[in-house]
């Protein structure tokens, strides 16, 4: 198992490394290995890159400070995101914590609306410029081993071609075949996923900057709960240019088990009241949904094995921790500290899973491992019946009783009004205690 | 409440109105000719839940009479709901269609 690889493969084409996927994970990784030199391809499956993904979403472009210096300068952005709204609803009820920043609307700026066709594209030819090779519409289609088991490159369906590599590094996604084929991920596993449906609707670009009062380029995330039918999940708004993206994520098992079909939770949060006005007369442009992986830290894969690492959503590395909602940025991280350890394992001459460990030592060293690893009981929190089925509720009701003016009758009090909302929805103040104590250890 | 009963009523909005045919018809897809997935009717006749019917966001399962599962490959999503749901080893086969077929996003 540690055997330190030989010079590597002998085909004569053979590359340092074998990318597969030209997601941003993918592009950040082939980056990484361009500029130290290294030989590198990227296999992309899509006409073009982005082209099979869907995100909700915004970017948050820290993580691009120290691999695209001044990146906001020519990063196709769609809107910055200057307004973060988390909206607990009912069916006829909205409660928002919203913050708005003039500071994110201004260099380095924090989050930004982007499309994925437009974005991974944008990254895809920093790595090229950097002097990777891009292959397109070409499927990754199964491992490469060497008499010992040591994972030396892909094939392809280009006439049953492959690809030798001294590493390959799978950046292929939330269905990561080639995790599943190198026994990383296990064949399926519902339960750690949510399936994201999307709509991006048309509206012109001033009414959208009246109607969520923003300025020219300033962009709003919305994120909701309480608007999927007791399936654990969410939904989501952003601002593009001239489109909105609206949205909702959930649970596949507890999807599967309601039989609600997906679209229609999308026509639920197009319809509440708090939304629907947002949206008159809007037409629909593209409809799309995705997969996510959101069973966090405790449901990544070992990163790597021999001859082979795993980044990206290929890795589960998509942060879903109810407060913070992160995927991009997981993989740019990711994906670039694995083409950097990559790198230092082919300078080593030992690229077995004992050379490549590099590479999780890095990503526990920065935000990648230490963020999933402090939020690693995030998503069973907020995935949880109370939160999901009975806080929104609480909350509002919360809100209801302390800001409805009763005259004649005196106001009731806060404590009155929460144990009256607490009793209404079926939660003791002994489990609000608990679940506030269990939040704050979690998110404190 | 009933998951099944949407808590924001039923009043049609101008929204809700977008037939599934037409959502559908925002969507680009390069139709292959290889079948990506394949389904095994006869373990689907055995299947109680027959989950994959209303979770797949594309809408390509639907029952048969006689208790089996009838497909479409063409206009998916890729997304992989129809696999990770099913309850029943074997019955859903599914891999990526061939390089640069299928579906793509342009809003994504």
């Known amino acids: 198992m540690v055997t330190p690889m030989g010079p590597g493969p002998d085909e004569p084409d053979a590359f340092d490394a074998v990318v597969v996927g030209a997601g941003p994970a993918g592009s950040a990784a082939a980056l990484a290995l361009a500029r130290a030199g290294r030989s590198v391809v990227i296999v992309e499956r899509g006409p073009f890159p982005g082209s099979k993904n869907v995100y909700g979403g915004v970017v948050y472009g820290r993580v691009l400070d120290g691999i695209v210096p001044d990146w906001w300068?020519?990063?196709?952005?769609?809107?910055?995101?200057?307004?973060?709204?988390?909206?607990?609803?009912?069916?006829?009820?909205?409660?928002?914590?919203?913050?708005?920043?003039?500071?994110?609307?201004?260099?380095?700026?924090?989050?930004?609306?982007?499309l994925r066709s437009r974005f991974d594209t944008w990254m895809a030819a920093k790595a090229t410029a950097a002097g990777a090779r891009l292959l397109t519409s070409t499927v990754a289609t199964g491992l490469v081993r060497d008499g010992v088991g040591r994972v030396v490159g892909v094939r392809t369906d280009r006439e049953g071609a492959a690809l030798g590599a001294k590493v390959v590094i799978a950046c292929d996604g939330v269905n990561s075949f080639l995790a599943k084929e190198a026994g990383l991920l296990p064949p399926a596993e519902a339960s750690h996923h949510t399936l994201g449906v999307k709509e991006v609707l048309e509206l012109p670009r001033e009414v959208i900057d009246d109607r969520f009062g923003l300025r020219p380029h300033e962009g709003v995330d919305i994120e909701m709960i309480g608007c999927t039918r007791g399936i654990p999940g969410g939904g989501f708004l952003y601002t593009n240019a001239d489109t909105v993206s609206v949205g909702v994520v959930a649970s596949l098992p507890h999807l599967a088990e309601s039989k609600v079909r997906p679209e229609e939770l999308i026509?639920?949060?197009?319809?509440?009241p708090a939304i629907a006005p947002y949206l008159r007369g809007a037409s629909l442009r593209e409809y799309s949904a995705h997969l996510i992986p959101e069973g966090g830290y405790d449901t990544m894969p070992p990163l790597a094995v021999d001859g082979m690492v795993v980044a990206g959503d290929a890795a589960a590395m998509t942060l879903a921790a109810g407060l913070w909602l992160e995927g991009v940025n997981f993989a740019i991280g990711s994906g670039f500290a694995a083409g950097r350890a990559v790198d230092r394992a082919i300078a080593g001459g030992d690229c077995s899973a004992r050379g490549l460990r590099s590479y999780r030592a890095d990503l526990e060293g920065q935000f990648v491992l230490a963020d999933h690893k402090r939020l690693r009981k995030a998503p069973s929190l907020l995935l949880s019946d109370r939160v999901q089925q009975r806080y929104p509720g609480l909350l509002c009701d919360l809100a209801e009783g302390m800001f409805t003016v009763t005259n004649p009758a005196p106001k009731p009090g806060g404590l009155r009004v929460t144990r009256s909302a607490a009793a209404r929805h079926g939660v003791t103040l002994r489990q609000l205690a608990a679940d506030t104590v269990r939040g704050l250890r979690i998110f404190g | 409440m009933s998951r099944s009963d949407s808590p924001f009523g039923t009043a049609p909005t101008p929204w809700r109105g977008v037939s599934f045919e037409e959502r559908m018809a925002t969507v680009d897809f390069?139709?292959?000719?290889?079948?990506?997935?394949?389904?095994?009717?006869?373990?689907?006749?055995?299947?109680?839940?027959?989950?994959?019917?209303?979770?797949?966001?594309?809408?390509?399962?639907?029952?048969?009479?006689?208790?089996?599962?009838?497909?479409?490959?063409?206009?998916?999503?890729?997304?992989?709901?129809?696999?990770?749901?099913?309850?029943?080893?074997?019955?859903?086969?599914?891999?990526?269609?061939?390089?640069?077929?299928?579906?793509v996003f342009h809003h994504g």
């Open chain 1, 267 to 272: 026509a639920d949060v197009k319809g509440h």
């Open chain 2, 30 to 103: 390069r139709t292959g000719e290889r079948a990506h997935i394949t389904v095994d009717s006869e373990v689907c006749r055995s299947c109680t839940t027959q989950v994959c019917v209303t979770a797949c966001p594309a809408d390509l399962f639907a029952p048969t009479a006689d208790g089996g599962i009838l497909f479409n490959y063409e206009e998916c999503f890729e997304c992989g709901t129809c696999y990770m749901v099913c309850d029943n080893e074997g019955a859903i086969t599914w891999t990526y269609p061939d390089g640069g077929d299928g579906v």
């Open chain 1, 73 to 114: 300068e020519e990063v196709p952005v769609e809107r910055w995101v200057v307004r973060r709204s988390t909206m607990m609803m009912t069916g006829s009820q909205s409660l928002s914590i919203d913050y708005r920043s003039d500071a994110w609307g201004a260099p380095p700026f924090n989050g930004m609306t982007t």
